[in-house]
């Protein structure tokens, strides 16, 4: 199940509005808040097979989601392209695995990812992360009985998403998403 409302809920934006593009600091801040926001958080359909989400009114023209995570759900291998991001567990807990490198944007589908760039970090209620551009990373619940719900901010708007698959120090390029696609 996939909720998408016409119009975007309302979370507030900084008192005073950024007069250029919002920083890694300020996405944090906007999912910091939006995470604190108990009735935006209930307002959140959860399914019990797939992933729901609602996008939020993000600060300075950036993207942002509310996302529910059903028990053992994932992302994948992932990066954000051009865009910078944050995001914060609002209930539940997830599991973000990430490579401390940057990968090559352009001009390859396989890599060999040299040991010691696995990064692991565990985000419960409240904690959450800022990260730059071409972050590469997976987001996983692995709770077996417990959804997670979480809010995500990026900005500019997703221009494309890259997709992944990882077998141990083995990364291929297996799909580039546009907006278009996820319409």
Do not use: C
């Not at 809010?151 to 083995?170: N, Q, W």
């Amino acid at each position: 199940m996939s909720v998408s409302p016409a119009a975007p809920a309302s979370v507030s934006a900084p008192t005073a509005a950024p007069v250029s593009a919002p920083t890694q600091a300020e996405l944090l801040e906007f999912v910091r808040r939006a995470a604190a926001d108990a009735d935006l958080i209930a307002s959140l359909p959860l399914d019990p097979e797939g992933r729901t989400w609602v996008r939020l009114d993000g600060p300075g023209g950036s993207e942002a989601w509310l996302i529910g995570w059903p028990p053992g759900t994932g992302t994948g291998w992932h990066d954000h392209a051009d865009s910078v991001g944050a995001f914060m567990t609002a209930s539940g807990e997830l599991k973000e695995n990430a490579l401390a490198v940057r990968l090559p944007t352009d001009g390859w589908t396989t890599l060999e990812l040299t040991e010691g760039v696995d990064r692991e970090r565990r985000l419960t209620a409240g904690q959450g992360r800022a990260f730059g551009r071409h972050h590469v990373h997976e987001v996983l619940n692995e709770s077996t009985d417990r959804h997670a719900v979480s809010v995500h901010a990026y900005y500019p708007p997703l221009p494309r998403i890259r997709r992944y698959s990882r077998a141990g120090r083995i990364m291929r390029l297996e799909q580039v998403e546009r907006p278009e696609d996820w319409q």
